[in-house]
């Protein structure tokens, strides 16, 4: 595993934009892995400012968001087709309709949707660039440390750490779904380049697990150590 080590969250925000602006480059109809929560906001961002720039477009970008909660609306504000378009679909220039793919939090069959969503990654192409964040409990996705690990795209229910976490996103604790779909561990080792992205202290305990080099289910991320093509951007406080 590559490791890059930023002083703060800026750098990691500021590398990280700028290894996606390089795939797009190099392959403008290539396809993107993409997370939500806090720490791609910044990410997001410096994309939107070089897409303004003029150095680089989505016209051809095809992406698939890494998982979804459950039940959830999308005009809910907090669901997650909600935040990536309120924070990046929005406002680039990337066809919404046909090249964005996000989980259906309101599929009435949600064993199809897995399915199929995972049938679309592949007629793809695959990914290409999957970005990572990581949770503080090593979770990638919502692939939540238990005993056995589900390879493909599937349901989850989320544990008590995670909820409280995502709850800070929610009115009340309560509010927070109990269960989302997400990519498996094994559809985010298919894709060829992974990069991860980690902040802050509360992240260190998680990433000195993946860069111990040992591999556990009970911190999915450490699941990344198989895959050759992984890089770490992470700041000095999720270092300590
Ligand atoms: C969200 C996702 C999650 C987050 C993780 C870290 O799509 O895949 O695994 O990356 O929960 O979230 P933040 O960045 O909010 O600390």
């Given at each position: ?9 800026n ?11 390089a795939q797009?480059?190099v392959k403008?109809?290539c ?12 990410m ?13 477009s ?7 968001n ?27 220039d990337i ?9 259906n939090?309101?599929a009435d069959?949600?064993?199809e949707?897995?399915?199929r969503?995972?049938?679309a990654?592949s ?5 290409d660039l ?28 989320l544990?008590?750490?995670?909820i409280?976490a995502?709850s800070?996103f929610?009115?009340d604790?309560e509010?927070v779904p109990?269960?989302?779909?997400t990519?498996?561990?094994w ?5 060829k ?17 993946l860069?111990s080099g040992k ?16 890089t ?9």
């Open positions: 595993m590559r490791i890059i080590k930023c002083k703060d969250y750098e990691v925000s500021e590398v990280a934009a700028k290894i996606v602006a797009i480059t403008p109809n396809v993107l892995g993409l997370p939500t929560g806090s720490t791609p906001v910044k997001y961002k410096n994309l939107i400012k070089m897409y303004n720039r003029g150095e680089i989505f016209k051809e970008v095809i992406t698939f890494l998982d979804e909660y459950y039940p959830i609306s999308r005009d809910n504000e907090q669901s997650y087709f909600y935040f990536m378009h309120d924070t990046f679909f929005n406002y680039i066809n919404r309709e046909k090249n964005v793919n996000i989980l939090g309101e069959n949600v064993q949707e897995c399915r969503y995972e049938e990654i007629k793809a192409g695959g990914i999957q970005v990572l964040g990581i949770g503080q409990n090593g979770h990638i996705g919502f692939n939540e440390p238990a005993d056995y690990l589900e390879s493909n795209t599937h349901v989850t229910a544990t008590q750490s995670t409280k995502n800070r929610f009115n604790i509010d109990k269960q989302a779909l990519t498996g561990i559809t985010i080792l298919k894709s380049k992974i990069i991860i992205l980690a902040s802050g202290k509360a992240k260190a305990k998680a990433v000195k697990e860069l591999i556990t289910t009970q911190n999915p991320s450490t699941m990344l150590n198989v895959h050759n093509d992984v770490l951007i992470v700041d000095e406080e999720a270092l300590e």
